[in-house]
């Protein structure tokens, strides 16, 4: 029996791999710097700049669940179409649809993970940056996240639209 995974590569078409790009780029996001610390008085960003990197920006990994898990909800549906989704069983059991409720939870979570970017921060530390003219910033890394997010909600709702102008065809 030939492998599945192998034939679905050689016919997965452009959304499935705009898909996994996504995914990937959303990866690339999780070692960018997510969340940053800048100041607007000179005098405190010099003591910014002497305090180690890992202080004054985080990547995702330390930026909390609203940071990194999003990420993995693009990448795995992502992988997932490639591998199988010209598998045409997996395909009619709701993949599309799967990876299409996946990107919008992935997106969603950023959106409440943008909302709440302060609270990675207890409320001490918050009264402290604020006293010191500090601002809890976004860096690179949550953008590129969220363009991966709106991305892999467009292209998987495309899929899903094809997936039905499919089923249709096949009807008698």
Known sequence: MPDLAVLSLKKATW???LGLAAGLLALVA?????????ASRPEIEDVLR??????VTRDAWRSGFLA???????????????LFGRVDAVRRAGLPHLWLM???GALLLMVLGWTTLDWQFDADQRGILSAAGIEI???LGRYLGLVAAVVSVVVAFLDVRVL???TRTRRP
């Open 137 to 139: 910033g976004t860096g």
């Open 15 to 17: 959304r499935e791999w």
């Open 68 to 82: 990194w898990a999003p990420l993995f909800l693009l990448f795995l549906p992502g992988l997932a179409v490639v």
């Open 102 to 104: 996946a990107a919008i």
């Open 164 to 166: 039905r102008a499919e």
């Open 30 to 38: 999780l070692f960018l710097p997510w969340t940053t610390l800048t």
């Open 50 to 55: 002497t305090l180690p990197a890992t202080d």
